[in-house]
């Protein structure tokens, strides 16, 4: 079974600093990792995903999450955040086939002016 | 582009009430799930269909019910409702196969249930 740790509940940042939210896995199979945004009384929107090749993973609005087998980690990254990035991150995990995703249990990313 | 579309967006029910909540998705996805998400506990799985005609209990089943009425539809009944049932609930649909990498999900806006 998949699970999967967010190391941070919260995240306070000053506008245009960066950030980095942590997410570790555990898996016993070959996993597939994702991160998605929630935006205040919103759904969730997918950011980015890992499946296959290359260990950095680009997604929109500027962020970047790096997979790292050896430490079980998919860490978020943005170099310059803004206001507008305020929300709730999670971390996703899945195995192959038809597996369904499992969460962690979110960080809350809050920009301060 | 509907994509996941869900009703109501928002209930109030009293305890032992019953309701059911719809799902319906546009994208030709074979695969729904039912997430609820509480505060500081992220989001849990409730059931899930892998495709038309299949059902799965997923973390957090006890209290619900589901039903895959067609590819595109995937309704949550809750038969008695209790104040823990009070959350946010998601529904989701992706392109899934035994055989294939798998793909993100596509979520709905939710539905805000509180039971008094």
């Known amino acids: 079974a998949q699970s999967v740790t967010q190391l941070d509940s919260q995240v306070p940042v000053f506008e245009e600093a960066p950030v980095e939210l942590r997410c570790n896995y555990s898996?016993?199979?070959?996993?597939?990792l994702f991160w998605y945004v929630q935006y205040p009384n919103q759904g969730l929107q997918l950011l980015l995903k890992?499946?296959?090749?290359?260990?950095l993973v680009k997604g929109i609005n500027g962020f970047e999450a790096e997979f790292n087998k050896s430490q079980t980690s998919f860490h978020l990254r943005k170099p310059s955040v803004h206001i507008s990035d305020t929300a709730e991150y999670f971390c996703a995990v899945r195995g192959g086939g038809n597996t369904p995703l499992v969460f962690g249990k979110g960080t809350r990313l809050s920009v301060i002016a | 582009n509907a994509g996941v579309t869900q009703t109501p967006k928002f209930q109030v029910l009293k305890t032992g009430q019953s309701m059911t909540l719809q799902c319906a998705q546009d994208?030709?996805?074979?695969?729904m799930y039912w997430y609820r998400q509480d505060p500081g506990m992220g989001l849990r799985l409730i059931y899930y269909s892998a495709s038309e005609g299949t059902t799965d209990k997923g973390e957090v089943p006890n209290g619900y019910n589901v039903s895959r009425l067609n590819k595109r539809e995937f309704s949550l009944r809750l038969e008695s409702a209790a104040p823990s049932q009070t959350s946010v609930y998601f529904c989701?649909?992706?392109?899934?196969?035994?055989?294939?990498?798998?793909?993100?999900?596509?979520f709905g806006s939710g539905t805000r249930l509180t039971v008094v």
């Open positions: 989701a649909s992706s392109v899934s196969s035994r055989f294939s990498v798998p793909y993100g999900y596509t």
């Open positions: 994208m030709n996805h074979n695969s």
């Open positions: 898996s016993s199979v070959s996993v597939y």
């Open positions: 890992y499946l296959s090749g290359s260990t």
